[in-house]
């Protein structure tokens, strides 16, 4: 049995390593946890003890075959639990990470596979992020751009929202801006506020926040609607 504290690393692991594509430092899963390195590099060895983390002293870790496993089966629990609380317990999209946090450590494989069910076993949580399968396999994520990037005059739609932080989720809540939504660029400003419109009216989304919002171009259809 793990420890939820080790479960939260393996996840903040996994999460870091997945971004970047890279090894994942000490003072990097530091900020991240918002802990010291001593105490990552502690947790980190009793990880590597337990053959979930490959560690390699001044070049950080990555997770073993059996760590990715086990990062997964936390994901699906979080995952399902965001999906469950926003579809039957009528949670707001952007205030369900952190009640998923604290009951992902706490629900069984078959408990989490009947959310599945009831949910008609979703692809993707109210963030748009990929829900591993029973089998732990993830979906194929479709080519996104990040809106940062997106061209004025280009239509897009949101397909997934990297979460950094609740107050960040809340933020694009109160915009009307959320997996589904259509957006249009109007403006990208040198400072890097992004002016973006949608059925609501026209929103400047700050550089830092509009990096986190994953989009694919809409339609022809979507766009002239």
Request: charged fraction near 30%.
């Amino acid at each position: 049995m793990l420890s939820a504290v080790m479960e939260d690393y393996i996840k903040a692991i996994y999460a870091i390593q997945n971004d970047s594509g890279e090894r994942v430092g000490t003072s990097e899963l530091a900020d991240h946890m918002d802990v010291t390195a001593p105490t990552v590099s502690s947790m980190l060895k009793k990880l590597e003890e337990r053959g979930l983390v490959d560690r390699e002293e001044y070049r950080g870790v990555t997770l073993t075959e059996e760590g990715e496993v086990v990062a997964l089966e936390i994901l699906r629990h979080h995952r399902l639990l965001e999906s469950f609380l926003t579809e039957r317990l009528d949670y707001d999209w952007a205030d369900v990470h952190e009640e998923a946090d604290r009951l992902e450590h706490h629900v069984s494989d078959r408990l989490t596979d009947r959310m599945a069910e009831v949910l008609g076993n979703p692809g993707v949580d109210p963030h748009g992020d990929p829900i591993p399968t029973a089998d732990l396999q993830l979906p194929d994520d479709p080519e996104t751009d990040r809106l940062s990037t997106v061209d004025v005059g280009d239509h897009v739609v949101v397909r997934r929202i990297r979460h950094q932080g609740d107050e960040e989720l809340r933020y694009l809540s109160r915009a009307g801006i959320e997996p589904g939504v259509e957006l249009e660029v109007v403006e990208v400003a040198p400072f890097g506020m992004v002016t973006v419109r949608t059925a609501e009216g026209e929103q400047g989304l700050p550089e830092d926040i509009a990096r986190l919002i994953e989009t694919t171009p809409a339609s022809s259809t979507e766009a002239e609607a």
